[in-house]
């Protein structure tokens, strides 16, 4: 029975992860298989996985939308971006300091 029980811990880190990385917006059941396959580190990395609205910002040179920093395309103009010596602040951090 002690392989049952690995299964049902794995599947509960599995769960955990899923849920955390849905709340998170991003895929449950990709978080789900991360987390039940390496559960522990899967579940800790699913928690430390980036806010959407804490991410860096930059705005693109072709047409100006602020996208996110990570971002490899502008997702309206499509134009090719290089990574940015200057970033615009987060969401959250522009919401935590008001522009004066
Ligand atoms: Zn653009």
Redesign the pocket.
């Known amino acids: 029975m002690e392989g049952m029980g690995l299964l049902v811990i794995l599947f509960f880190f599995g769960l955990a992860g899923g849920i955390v990385g849905r709340i998170k917006g991003s895929s449950f059941l990709l978080w789900f298989m991360i987390s039940g396959l390496i559960p522990f580190f899967g579940l800790l990395t699913a928690i430390c996985y980036r806010w959407e609205d804490r991410e860096l910002r930059r705005q693109?040179p072709?047409?100006?939308?602020v996208?996110k920093l990570h971002d490899a395309l502008?997702t309206?103009?499509?134009?090719e971006l290089e990574f940015p010596s200057v970033a615009i602040a987060s969401e959250a951090a522009t919401r935590a300091r008001p522009a004066a």
């Open positions: 693109c072709g047409c100006g939308r996208v502008c309206r103009c499509g134009t």
